[in-house]
C-alpha cells in the first residue's frame, strides 16, 4: 500500500521583514532573489508560495504580489523566488538590493501532494510556472523522471542544469523554434503518451504550472488518458489568506480560493474556463 505525501497546510504563516541576501538577473526579464528567513527555509512544502510587498510607498503598488517558492536552504536559513518582469510591481521588485529588507508573508497555500504510486513523473512547466516546479523536483524519487518544459523562445529557458542535476530528463519546446522542438509543451506531453505502452499510463503522475491555457490543455490530455494530474492554478490574488475572496476558481467541490485552498488542485477539479 502506497502512502502519498500529502503536503499542505503543516505549517504556519509568518510575516516577517526578510533581508535579501542575493539578487540576480539570470535572464532578459528574469530575476532570482535569495532571502534570509529562518522560519520559512525550513517550514515550506513545494508549491506553496509567499506574498511580497514590493514598495512601502504611495507610488508603488500596495497588493503584495504572490510568489512560489523555488527553492529553500535549511542550512543557509534562504528562500529562492525566480520571478519575470512584468508589470510595476515587479519592475519594482528588481531595484531592490542586497542588504535591504523586504516584507512577506508566507509559507501560503497547498502544495502538491506527491503520488508514491507510478514510476513515471512528468513536469510540466509553461514560461515561469518552472519556478515552484524546480522545488518540487526535489522531492520526487520516481525512477522515471521528465521535465517538458514549454517558452516563448531560447532566452526564457532556464533552470535545465537543475532539473538535469536532480536526475530529470528536460525536453523543452519552444514558440518559436529557437530551442528545443518548435511547438507548444503539450505536443511533448502528446508525444510521450501515444509513444507510451499501455500499461506505463498507469504509472504516470503529471504535475503542471504555467498559463491557464497551458493548465487547461494538460488537464485535456490527463482526463482523456485517465492520468493521475495535479496543476498549479495562476490567479490575480490580493490578501493571500482567503479573506478577499478575489481568487475564487470554481471547481466540482465548489468555489475554492487559489490562495487558501490550492493553488495546487487535482486537474479534475477544475471547471473551465475560469
Ligand atoms: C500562486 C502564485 C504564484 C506565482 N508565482 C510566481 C513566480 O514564482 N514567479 C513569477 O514571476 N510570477 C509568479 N506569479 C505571478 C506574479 O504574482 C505576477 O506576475 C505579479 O504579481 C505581477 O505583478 P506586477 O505588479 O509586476 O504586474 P501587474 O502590473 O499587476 O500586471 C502586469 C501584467 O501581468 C498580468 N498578471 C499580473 N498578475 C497576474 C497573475 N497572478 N496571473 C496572471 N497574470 C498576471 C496582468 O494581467 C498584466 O498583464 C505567481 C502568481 C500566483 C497566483
Ligand atoms: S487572494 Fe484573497 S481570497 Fe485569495
Known amino acids: 500500500m502506497h502512502s502519498d505525501l500529502k503536503y499542505g497546510k503543516m505549517n504556519l504563516m509568518i510575516q516577517e521583514k526578510a533581508r535579501i541576501v542575493e539578487h540576480q538577473q539570470i535572464a532578459p526579464n528574469y530575476y532570482k532573489l535569495t532571502l534570509l528567513s529562518h522560519y520559512i527555509s525550513s517550514n515550506t512544502l513545494p508549491g506553496q508560495f509567499i506574498e511580497i510587498r514590493v ?3 504611495t507610488v508603488c503598488p500596495l497588493l503584495r504580489r504572490p510568489f512560489s517558492i523555488h527553492g529553500t536552504n535549511k542550512d543557509k536559513k534562504t528562500i529562492e523566488i525566480l ?3 512584468v508589470g510595476l510591481g515587479t519592475e519594482v521588485l528588481t531595484k531592490h538590493q542586497i542588504g535591504q529588507e523586504l516584507d512577506i ?3 501560503l497555500g497547498n502544495g502538491f501532494t506527491i503520488k508514491k504510486k507510478g514510476k513515471i513523473a512528468i513536469l510540466v512547466s509553461g514560461g515561469m510556472g518552472v519556478a515552484p516546479l524546480k522545488a518540487l523536483a526535489e522531492h520526487i524519487k520516481a525512477p522515471a523522471r521528465y521535465v517538458f518544459m514549454g517558452c516563448k523562445k531560447m532566452d526564457q529557458v532556464v533552470c535545465e542544469k537543475d532539473f538535469s542535476k536532480l536526475g530529470f530528463e528536460v525536453q523543452v519546446a519552444t514558440e518559436n523554434g529557437s530551442a528545443g522542438k518548435k511547438g507548444l509543451v503539450t505536443d511533448i506531453l502528446n508525444g510521450f503518451i501515444d509513444s507510451a505502452q499501455p500499461s506505463e499510463l498507469n504509472e504516470i503522475n503529471i504535475y503542471a504550472c504555467g498559463p491557464k ?4 490543455a494538460v488537464s485535456e490530455i490527463a482526463q482523456q488518458k485517465k492520468l493521475n494530474c495535479q496543476i498549479s492554478m495562476e490567479a ?6 482567503g479573506a478577499c475572496k478575489g481568487c475564487a476558481v470554481k471547481t466540482t467541490k465548489g468555489m475554492k480560493m487559489v490562495c487558501k485552498d490550492g493553488p495546487v488542485f487535482p486537474a479534475q477539479e ?4 475560469i
Not at 491555457?213 to 487547461?216: F, I, R, T
Not at 477544475?270 to 474556463?273: F, K, L, M, R
Open 55 to 57: 514598495c512601502d510607498f
Open 83 to 85: 520571478y519575470e518582469v
Open 105 to 107: 508573508l508566507g509559507p
Open 213 to 216: 491555457a497551458m493548465l487547461k
Open 236 to 241: 490575480y490574488m490580493a490578501c493571500g489568506i
Open 270 to 273: 477544475i471547471i473551465w474556463p
